[in-house]
């Protein structure tokens, strides 16, 4: 009879641990394992990929490549 109150805070205890955990969880935050971000594409990347599924021509394409190539930083 003198550890049912013990047993309870016990109990409480470890339903309060499991609902801050999960809510921490699903609220964003990541273990050391899983990603943080996903990579940017690149100027170029994104250039190919809009080529590629025909949103420019090869003109423009053509073009957009040179103006990007005169602005690229060199190397230090």
Do not use: C, N
């Not at 423009?60 to 690229?72: F, M, N, P, Q, W």
């Amino acid at each position: 009879m003198a550890l049912m109150p013990l047993l309870w805070i016990a109990l409480i205890g470890l339903a309060v641990w499991a609902v801050l955990r999960l809510t921490q969880h699903s609220a964003g935050r990541h273990d050391a394992t899983e990603p943080r971000k996903t990579p940017r594409e690149t100027p170029e990347e994104i250039l190919d990929r809009r080529f590629a599924s025909g949103e420019i021509d090869a003109e423009a394409y053509t073009e957009a490549r040179k103006r990007l190539a005169a602005h690229r930083p060199g190397p230090r």
